[in-house]
């Protein structure tokens, strides 16, 4: 019986890797045309014929995002919206949209689950707002969940996060290498995400301690009230109190372009007085804005397209169901709100 042509045939075909020829084949990625035109080549030239089958699998259920939609998520939708063009695009080329589901602890798991029946909805994705509870009933009922940017899954539930760790030690060390030696850790609990706040606190103290700088308590900075009235404290902290910092590294860039008003109004200059770093790039931040920051940058987009794919191997390889949780690591931006001191 002659052998069935596979995606690695045709790969080795075209001498380039199997995720190359995947994105070629299924439309998808950004391709150039040299490379586009290689493939489909090799793949004509070879009689490759992909399988059909899994297609009709995933084309015969939509598929659902649930998302925090409540007036306290509202500044996420910055953070959100390209994960959930992430999503879509892995799912174009089977001709689904997405139906985005509000969603709140307040809502019942057989509420929920009426909306999906209704719409035939096999698969779910959720955004900081899952809960074990809520994802077993869901699973129960062959309803398959990846979760989106929940640390607390991990290991339990199939999962993709940031590695917050990573990018508040990544943060750190870069204003270590500045010179800097009190930096203050500014950030904001998320009851949707609690672990993202004791990941990042953990990868800055690594970094002090990697480099022997000895922590001190009132370097860390935990915003309980509005914004507002926390941001115009802490400026004055900076600008009136002893020892002050001479870096600080912050928990979302936009937080941190709003702190950069009330430290204007303090006499604080960025970076001539205070380095800032943020997480999170989120802002569309235009050359020579004089409130440039410096970030520590995740791809959302990235962190979009894993879950699509996650799911995506659910359905395909349904005998394999351990749960597997992917984090992506975040990259340092440079616009020169950290100087050296």
Known sequence: ????????????????????????????????????????????EIGYQP???????????????????????????????????????????FKRTPVLIPYNQEMVAQELMSQLHAIDCRMVFTLECADPELIDKLEAQNIKVVAILDNRLE????????????AAYIGTKHLIEKGHRTIWIGEKSSPNAPMRT??????????????GIEFQPHWHISFEGPWSQEFSKLAKRISKGPNPPTALFMQGDNAARNLLLYLTAEGISVPRDLSVIAHGDV???????????????????????????????????KEDEMPKSVRLCSQLVDRGSVVSV
């Open 283 to 317: 802002l569309s931040q235009e050359e020579g804005d004089p409130f440039a920051l410096s970030t520590m940058r995740l791809d959302t987009r990235a962190i979009g397209q894993l879950a699509a794919q996650s799911m995506l191997n659910r359905i395909r390889n």
């Open 198 to 211: 004791e990941d990042r606190f953990h990868g800055y103290r690594r970094a002090l301690a990697e480099s």
């Open 51 to 93: 399988r059909q089958k899994q297609k009709e699998i995933i084309r015969a259920e939509s598929f659902a995002i649930l998302i925090d939609v409540s007036d306290v998520r509202r500044p996420a939708w910055e953070f959100f919206d390209p994960i959930i063009q992430g999503i879509v695009s892995v799912f174009t080329s």
């Open 155 to 166: 290991g339990e539930y199939h999962t993709v996060c940031q590695d917050d760790m990573q």
């Open 1 to 44: 019986m002659k052998r069935r042509t596979t995606l690695r045939d045709v790969a080795d075909a075209a001498d380039v890797s199997m995720t190359t020829a995947s994105f070629v084949l299924n439309g998808r990625g950004s391709i150039s045309n040299l490379i586009r035109s290689r493939v489909l080549q090799a793949a004509k």
